[in-house]
């Protein structure tokens, strides 16, 4: 045996009864670790919040991916999020309109926005979100691929949006923050009649 | 006097046969005297002679008969008739050797006439006794008509022998006088032949020996080689002096003319033409011929000249070349015997190094056997790492079961944490709904959704590390059967190398063999090398003697060179 080896060898023995104490311990961290764990959290929340200097309205979105594109509703739309669960399809609906979901016991219609917005078909979709829209007592699900949480920004953020109107998109689009997230008109969406379904088919 | 030499001489020769001629005719006629002389002596002795012998004979005839007539015996008669048989011939003889003179022919036949008579009484007497007897006889002889007739007949032989006597005499004194005559003439004739034949050859010797004696002095100048000598001879003669002369001259005219020519192609103009006088003339005909041959052997010289003093050149820089080459062998070959002594140095050490090597491969078939040895311990090492690899892995496996289920309740964990959030998120918009009194729940709903969101990291910290975790078990686990499939090879390689090991100890042990032989060959080669070092001090005098030989083959060449050009100085100076 060589010295390198030697090396090697007495290395891994070494790091073998590292692991073996911090089995033993039960990965739990030294005290040490925790004080500095506990004191970073404090200062992260003694932090002054940066959004609020700036002046005028706050206004509340909960953004959500769908396509590759970052979107955004004002919270007050949105009802709640879950999993999408158990989709059952709708026979003789547009194609926007991908089935209809139980949702704590309330039937809720389900649709694509991209289908909706006819925009063209690209991007990777998981689309295992649901968002759960209501206003003036509309309720509709959405799908999307993940929900990214809820942010609070300036409303003086917002700016109109710079990108050719694709589809139908562009007439719900209230504007894009600074993050580049479209922040969609929920209310409009629900109101459009073109969401009413008033297909007839003939048995 | 235009007379031909032939003339001359024939007249000179004329002179002396008429001389001999006129004495040879006076020798004939003397000597013919002189003959004619000496035979009348001749007969006249021959006629005394015969003249005694008829003498004789009529003795015997006489005495015959007488003793007959006296005695009767009849004995007596054979000299008679010898005698009478004798006699006629005799008297044919004295008369045909009688002087030829009317008186002497007169006499002679008297002379037959009585010795016929004479006999013809012998006869008669002896018949007359033969018939008469003796008295008859003796009465016969009584009448001396016997005697007397022999008496006259003495008388007339004495007479013609005075005859005779007379005749000789006169022949002599004419043979005499013949003889002191002819004498005379041979003397006198010989004296004047030579007076006149001294005086014909001293003119045919002015008129032709002169000429002739220049002729051959001018002969022996051109023969000599000198062609401008002139004759004085007159060249108008007619005779064959004449004609030589002008032929002579001629003749050295031509040769004059030759060596004009000759002395023309000595200086060089081959140009000059020679036209033979006829068909038979040779030097002509020849010195046209030499000048001809002499043009092409030339304009050949010429030629070759050139093509020498081009290949002059051309040895000359060969030969140049050549000594350079021969003196850069001469440096690489003191190279190459440097080199010679390094080999014979380095071949010196191989055989050492080869006895070396030869112990080391001792050495190294019993290291090879140790090696044999520590393979197979390496053998049986790696079997127990083998199984000590596969110990491993199962470890390892049972760490990643582990780590699935750790994986597991971390997912729990999340789903709790994902539901938290959207607890949190609700209540948020609960609170906001309650406006002013719900604030204080926002803030506890905001904290909530944290903790929400810190789990969720945490758990996603955790299943990162749990996939590290199952990486590194993975690779772990591949390492481990890599290790496992590395010690099989081994394994194998380790076999694999115990066999080439022992393989190697054979051809180590073989090497050893080799080397030793090396190690002798080497020595041989180290002995072979000195012997190359030795030659190679033969070859360095040789390419020195080379070199140096090289030098005077230039030299030569060089020479070679300026003959060439002096050849062609030379050759050009004949104008062809």
């Known amino acids: 045996m060589n010295s390198p080896d030697e090396e090697r060898w007495s290395d891994v023995r070494a790091r073998l009864a590292a692991v073996d104490a911090a089995i033993e311990h039960g990965f739990s961290p030294s005290p040490e670790e925790e004080q500095e764990l506990l004191r970073a959290r404090a200062r992260a929340l003694a932090a002054q919040p940066e959004e609020s200097v700036a002046p005028g309205e706050l206004i509340a979105i ?20 879950s999993v999408l669960t158990e989709l059952t399809p ?17 039937i809720r219609t389900v649709i694509d926005l991209r289908r909706f917005f006819e925009l063209p078909a690209k991007g990777i979709t998981d689309a295992n979100m649901i968002i759960l829209l209501e206003n003036a007592g509309m309720q509709l699900a959405i799908l ?38 479209i922040v969609l008109d929920a209310a409009r969406l629900l109101a459009d009649k073109r969401i009413i379904v008033e297909e007839q088919v003939e048995v | 006097m235009n007379w031909t030499v032939g003339k001359k001489i024939s007249a000179g020769f004329g002179l002396a046969l008429a001389i001999l001629v006129l004495i040879g005719a006076a020798a004939f006629r003397n000597t013919n005297a002189l003959r ?32 007959y007539v006296i005695t009767g015996d009849e004995g007596y008669l054979a000299p008679y008739e010898a005698a009478g048989k004798e006699l006629p011939r005799v008297l044919a003889d004295v008369r045909s050797m009688a002087s030829r003179s009317t008186e002497a022919e007169a006499e002679t036949a008297q002379l037959a006439a009585m010795i016929e008579e004479r006999r013809g009484f012998a006869e008669a007497l002896v018949d007359l006794r033969r018939a008469s007897g003796f008295e ?68 045919i010797a002015r008129d032709i020996a002169r000429p002739l004696d220049e002729f051959s002095r001018v002969a022996e100048r051109i023969a000599g080689g000198d062609f401008s000598v ?66 092409s052997v030339i304009e050949e010289m010429v030629s070759a000249v050139n093509v020498l003093a081009s290949s002059a050149s051309e040895i000359l820089g060969s030969t140049a070349q050549l000594a350079a080459s021969a003196s850069e062998t001469a440096t690489a070959l003191t190279e190459t015997t440097a080199t010679v002594e390094e080999v014979k140095q380095t071949s010196r050490l191989s055989s050492q190094k080869a006895k070396y090597v030869s112990d080391e491969a001792q050495r190294a078939v019993a290291v090879a056997q140790s090696g044999r040895r520590s393979v197979n311990e390496t053998i049986e090492g790696m079997n127990s790492i083998r199984q000590g690899t596969s110990a491993v892995a199962e470890s390892i496996l049972s760490l990643s079961a582990q780590s699935q289920a750790i994986g597991e309740i971390i997912a729990t964990v999340d789903d709790l944490a994902a539901q938290s959030k959207l607890l949190a998120v609700n209540a948020a918009i609960e609170a906001a709904k309650a406006g002013e009194e ?137 104008k062809v």
């Open chain 2, 36 to 67: 004619a002389s000496n035979d009348a002596v001749s007969r006249a002795h021959h006629a005394q002679a015969r003249l005694q012998l008829l003498l004789s004979l009529l003795m015997d005839v006489e005495s015959g008969s007488r003793g």
């Open chain 2, 230 to 295: 002139t004759l004085t001879t007159d060249r108008r003669r007619t005779d064959e002096v004449g004609v030589l002369t002008r032929s002579f001259e001629k003749m050295r005219q031509r040769l004059h003319l030759m060596s004009g020519a000759a002395k023309q192609i000595a200086a060089g103009n081959l140009t000059i033409k020679v036209q033979p006088q006829s068909t038979e003339d040779a030097i002509g005909t020849a010195f046209a011929a030499m000048a001809e041959s002499l043009r």
């Open chain 2, 438 to 574: 719900g604030r204080g729940f926002s803030v506890v709903a905001q904290e909530v959704r944290s903790l929400a969101a810190q789990s969720r990291a945490a758990t996603t910290q955790v299943r990162g590390i749990l996939s590290e975790i199952q990486k590194a078990t993975t690779s772990a686990v591949l390492a481990a059967e890599q290790g496992g499939k590395a010690v099989e090879l081994g394994v194998q390689q380790s076999t694999a190398a115990g066999e080439s090991i022992a393989a190697l100890a054979e051809s180590i042990a073989h090497a050893a063999q080799a080397a030793t032989q090396i190690a002798a060959t080497s020595q041989q080669q180290f002995v072979g090398m000195d012997q190359v070092a030795l030659a190679m001090v033969s070859v360095k005098t040789a390419s020195t003697q080379t070199v140096a030989s090289t030098r005077q083959a230039e030299a030569a060449a060089q020479e070679i060179h300026a003959l060439g050009q002096k050849l062609k100085a030379i050759v050009e100076r004949f």
């Open chain 1, 144 to 181: 999307a691929d993940a929900v990214r949480g809820v942010h609070t920004i300036a409303s003086a953020e917002m700016r109109p949006s710079r990108s050719a109107p694709v589809g139908r998109r562009a007439d719900y689009v209230r504007g894009v923050t600074a993050a580049g997230v």
């Open chain 1, 90 to 106: 709708v026979p003789c609906v547009p194609p926007f309109i991908v089935g209809i979901v139980n949702l704590r016991g309330q």
């Open chain 1, 62 to 81: 909960t953004e959500f991916v769908l396509a590759g594109e970052h979107y955004g509703f004002l919270l007050e739309h949105v009802r709640s999020v």
């Open chain 2, 136 to 203: 008859a006889a003796r009465a016969e002889v009584e009448t001396n008509k016997g005697r007397e007739l022999t008496a006259k007949i003495r008388q007339l032989v004495a007479q013609l022998e005075e005859r005779e006597r007379g005749v000789l005499q006169a022949a002599r004194n004419e043979a005499h006088a013949t003889a002191r005559r002819t004498k005379i003439w041979i003397i006198g004739g010989t004296f004047a032949a030579a007076v006149l034949l001294s005086f014909a050859a001293m003119l």
